[in-house]
């Protein structure tokens, strides 16, 4: 979300001689440079943007967020049954894999208050079932746009 004026700096920035590397990432298509009535790709100058090197990721597929899932739990002792695993899996793959690591916490605190060890399928589908991830928190707000102040 930079808008001219630090597009501007950035610039001036990697014409030093000490000058910097600069990451940036963004989800932008086509669209308006901040500050300005100008379009450009990702939103950013065009004289920036041809000082940099674009590397195009692609979105995790399920087996991908299934051995991340499975990595993270074990990095932060969790124990998750198989069934548990596929199914949040499941869910990272219809939302992101941030929302479905973000699970992995309330799923553990539920098993753990009803006694067990390991997260099991009906924890992540309750968690999953309390907590909304960002695109179906803005359908409800679209949804009951009329109850909220706009």
Do not use: C, W
Request: charged share 20%.
């Amino acid at each position: 979300m930079l808008d001219i004026e630090a597009f501007t700096f950035l610039n001036r920035a990697l014409e030093s001689t000490l000058a910097p590397i600069v990451i940036l990432a963004t989800n932008r298509g086509y669209s308006q440079i901040r500050g300005t009535d100008i379009n450009s790709p990702h939103g950013l100058p065009v004289d920036l943007l041809d000082r940099l090197l674009i590397i195009r990721t692609t979105p995790y597929n399920l087996e991908d967020i299934i051995k991340i899932l499975a990595i993270r739990a074990q990095t932060e002792g969790l124990k998750i049954t198989e069934e548990a695993l596929q199914d949040l899996s499941s869910i990272g793959n219809q939302s992101s894999l941030r929302f479905a690591i973000l699970l992995l916490t309330p799923a553990n605190i539920l098993a753990q208050t009803s006694g067990r060890e390991e997260i099991a399928i009906q924890d992540i589908q309750e968690v999953h079932e309390l907590f909304l991830h960002a695109k179906q928190s803005a359908k409800v707000l679209e949804q009951q746009a009329d109850k909220y102040i706009s």
